[in-house]
T-cell receptor
């Protein structure tokens, strides 16, 4: 399996622009997670899905952030409008189950908002 | 709330030597899981090793082993015969068994440098 695939690897955008990050989980994994990693706050869970349904989005920082999972093989994280403080590395991860199976992470998207 | 503390922001070790990375955690629970994740320059987080708190035996995975001291709430990672490919950020993490992956708490990480 190719693992969790994220795109783009790097994204540079100007403040106010819309940003869309993409993720393809490992086939057969029922759970998908979006994380944000910054120096100040470390790794934070933003939202997770089970069978394409959002279960807990309490980590989403603001209404400017939204995530969707239209099917089992694709998810997006959208920021609209983007702000400089959104600059971070965003990770997507998937797992077969919530318990007793490890998280498999993608390579992340480094977002820079100028 | 559970917290995970990694007190060593950076560590270095000579190639082929052994290094130990420290992790302490704070919890009032008796059953939980502990993990070590590796993040190499490629950025991908990779699970290195996992320990279940109810198991007294320390987990091992090839050159990686842990020293789990439940009473002291300590969970250190030992890397034996260090290799250049071990250079990475290492994150300690904790979760409750009733929750799993959706409640992982990560430490702030330790950057490990391997000296050739």
């Amino acid at each position: 399996d190719a693992g969790v695939i994220q795109s783009p690897r790097h994204e540079v955008t100007e403040m106010g622009q819309e940003v869309t990050l993409r993720c393809k989980p490992i086939s057969g994994h029922d759970y998908l997670f979006w994380y944000r990693q910054t120096m100040m706050r470390g790794l934070e869970l933003l939202i997770y899905f089970n069978n394409n349904v959002p279960i807990d989005d309490s980590g989403m920082p603001e209404d400017r952030f939204s995530a969707k999972m239209p099917n089992a093989s694709f998810s997006t994280l959208k920021i609209q409008p983007s702000e400089p403080r959104d600059s971070a590395v965003y990770f997507c991860a998937s797992s077969l189950t919530l318990r007793d199976s490890p998280l498999h992470f993608g390579n992340g998207t480094r977002l820079t908002v100028t | 709330a559970q917290t995970v503390t990694q007190s060593q922001p950076e560590m270095s070790v000579q190639e082929a030597e052994t290094v130990t990375l420290s992790c302490t955690y704070d919890t009032s629970e008796s059953d939980y899981y502990l993990f070590w994740y590796k993040q190499p320059p490629s950025r991908q987080m990779i699970l290195v090793i996992r320990q279940e708190a109810y198991k007294q035996q320390n987990a091992t995975e090839n050159r990686f082993s842990v020293n789990f001291q439940k009473a002291a709430k300590s969970f250190s990672l030992k890397i034996s015969d260090s290799q250049l490919g071990d250079a990475a950020m290492y994150f300690c993490a904790y979760s409750l068994p009733n929750f799993g992956n959706e409640k992982l708490t990560f430490g702030t990480g330790t950057r490990l440098t391997i000296i050739p």
